[in-house]
């Protein structure tokens, strides 16, 4: 975001000839805003600090369910969805307290995909080839506007519809999507606005 930090104390050039600032912009403090040496973590922290640990610790809240969110979690594991976006995992050791050996719902396996040739953006990162993306978490997925990593659609149907691209490793569970009757899909697709 372009805000240096105590982890990233030098600014990047984007732009030939700018003048840069020496310090990290962010910073853990000594004292806090109103010049004590004393107060809570988070008065105490940097914003980056601060951030990370919203990131690390925020979870959505799972609405309640209802015969037909039941019935689309059912058909979410049936039709293979749950292959990449696993619900269930456990973290490992954390130093946080209460946070190790957690189970969890992200709905994702956090890996790397084939996407297929409709969804590439031909963006290499680390081991991810352009064609690749690591699993969305879908815990949260109720109240977002927009969906796929690029935010292309409005409409949750053309995200699904969009992961059977050609080369997609999610073909064959578009095809069993394709196949529910359309009480089915409106269950599956209440049971995705529920998490």
């Known amino acids: 975001m372009g805000v240096s930090n105590e982890l990233f104390p030098n600014e990047r050039s984007a732009v030939a ?16 805003e109103s010049g004590s040496n004393t107060g809570t973590a988070s008065e105490m922290s940097s914003d980056a600090a601060n951030f990370a640990l919203f990131a690390r610790m925020s979870a959505p809240t799972p609405v309640a369910s209802t015969s037909s969110t039941l019935n689309g979690a059912a058909l979410f594991s049936s039709v293979g969805c749950s292959l990449c976006h696993t619900p269930t995992l456990t973290t490992g050791q954390s ?11 992200p709905y994702s396996d956090f890996a790397l995909h084939k996407m297929g040739i409709d969804l590439q953006d031909g963006i290499v990162q680390g081991t991810a080839k352009g064609n690749q993306f690591r699993t969305a978490p879908l815990w949260g997925l109720g109240p977002r506007l927009s969906f796929l990593h690029d935010g292309r659609t409005t409409s949750l149907i053309q995200a699904i519809q969009a992961d059977s691209s050609s080369g997609s490793e ?23 606005r529920s998490l």
């Open 170 to 192: 999610a073909i064959k569970v578009i095809n069993n999507y394709n196949k529910l009757k359309a009480s089915q899909k409106q269950d599956l697709l209440n049971f995705l």
């Open 95 to 105: 130093p946080y307290t209460g946070m190790s050996n957690v189970t969890y719902n």
């Open 17 to 32: 000839g700018r003048v840069f600032n020496n310090s990290p912009e962010d910073l853990t403090h000594a004292v806090n």
